[in-house]
């Protein structure tokens, strides 16, 4: 009976090692950098870009014009670090894209889709979300300039 409660002993303090063990690649400069938690986690706003309620109000050729100053804006929030991904929906319909914001709160995030000339014309709308994810994400800005041929 002992010896079963040593061995059973013995196995629980080696899984409980096993279990909390530090990851072998952990880099905690890294971590510093992103922002991460011990779970390679952090809070953003993601941003669901849904059509506004005065699309109808342009024509083509300002619509296009709105959608450049959208891109410059996308561009110019990405160089700054505050956007860590954007992107449209395929035949979303009314729900045209979504932004990640890498801000903490949904304050932040509305001070930044205010910048954007869509929301201004009201083309588009943005539904703001705190939305918990991979600190990874951080990493796209580096990332994404060597995949990109054709800058927008």
């Known amino acids: 009976m002992m010896k079963n409660l040593t061995l059973s002993f013995a196995f ?13 690649e952990y880099d ?3 971590v510093k950098k992103l922002g991460a938690d011990d779970y390679g986690m952090k809070t953003y706003v993601m941003a669901f870009l849904l059509a506004g309620d005065r699309v109808n109000e342009y024509s083509q050729e300002e619509r296009q014009e709105i959608q450049k100053g959208h891109m410059a804006n996308i561009n110019k929030l990405a160089e700054e670090g505050k956007l860590v991904l954007a992107g449209p929906f395929i035949n979303g319909g009314e729900k045209r894209g979504i932004f990640i914001f890498d801000v903490s709160t949904k304050s932040e995030a509305e001070l930044l889709t205010n910048t954007d000339p869509a929301v201004q014309a009201g083309v588009l709308k943005m539904e703001l979300i705190e939305w918990y994810g991979s ?4 990493m796209l800005g580096e990332i994404y ?8």
């Open 28 to 30: 905690s400069a890294l």
């Open 135 to 138: 600190a990874a994400l951080g």
């Open 12 to 24: 629980l303090a080696f899984i409980s090692t096993i279990s909390f063990a530090q990851n072998a």
């Open 145 to 152: 300039p060597k995949l990109q041929k054709v800058k927008f």
